[in-house]
């Protein structure tokens, strides 16, 4: 049997990088609010991002209570330094033009949707029931960020050369949300968390199925940056954390 104090551990940090991935790609795409391409998806992209910032709510929540230390959910979105998340590295990536975020989406949006449902067997009842709520909200985001690419994709040369561009620049960032820590063993063993070689083998399939609809090529395997779980981010995020953080830094423990 595994000891318990070892499995706690895992547990926190897969917990944190659930709740700051969430939370990272759910400010970015906040950032499009008042300055969508319609009105409609300026709405759509609000609300999509006000359910990523609800489903991190719930995981910092909870790493809060497996961590035992008295941090909240605010203080830990609010209160850590650049080393110390370990969110995806694609999730900060600067949102570009509107192809680019919807490619960035979409790759990230496949990628929850399937290990959400994976979830969704957990051994853990927290995760289980996070997944439970979340997985009816990928859904959507799924089918929304999948019509745009399509849309786009296979629409005019223009169109197409944006997300085709898109792909090529964000694809160096995708093999980092499918890497690993040595505690996830420990979590995988208990049943907790799912093997990421079975998200990764459902990822490729909804990839493969769309970007042939979109008529948009995955480009061939380059240099790949990982880390994201460690701590290893790009330039982008310190200054994500700059504006998401000033209120909190500015004023610090301030009540409303």
């Known amino acids: 049997m595994n000891d318990t104090n070892a499995v706690n551990k895992a547990l926190f940090d897969y917990v944190l990088w659930l709740g700051d991935t969430s939370l990272i790609i759910g400010h970015r795409l906040s950032e499009w609010c008042g300055h969508g391409p319609i009105l409609e998806e300026d709405i759509a992209l609000t609300n999509i991002s006000l359910d990523l910032i609800g489903q991190a709510r719930l995981y910092l929540s909870y790493a809060g209570e497996l961590e035992g230390k008295g941090r909240s959910e605010d203080d830990l979105a609010y209160l850590r330094d650049v080393m110390a998340y370990k969110n995806s ?78 792909i090529d620049n964000l694809w160096m960032f995708t093999d980092d949300m499918f890497e690993g820590v040595e505690g996830d063993k420990l979590l995988i063993a208990e049943k907790i968390a799912p093997d990421m070689a079975g998200v990764r083998k459902q990822w490729d399939a909804t990839l493969k199925q769309i970007l042939d609809d979109a008529t948009i090529k995955i480009p061939e395997r380059t240099f790949m940056m990982k880390s994201g779980r460690k701590g290893i981010h790009t330039e982008h995020l310190g200054f994500l954390l700059a504006e998401m953080q000033f209120m909190q830094r500015a004023y610090p423990g301030a009540k409303w």
């Open 89 to 166: 590295i694609l999730t900060e990536q600067l949102n570009g033009d509107f192809a680019n975020t919807m490619m960035r989406q979409f790759l990230f949006t496949a990628f929850s949707y399937h290990l959400q449902t994976a979830l969704l067997s957990s051994t853990n009842e927290h995760l289980r029931a996070i997944a439970e709520k979340a997985v009816k909200e990928t859904t959507y985001h799924l089918r929304h960020c999948s019509d745009w690419l399509i849309r786009l994709g296979d629409g005019t040369e223009e169109s197409h050369k944006r997300v085709q561009d898109a």
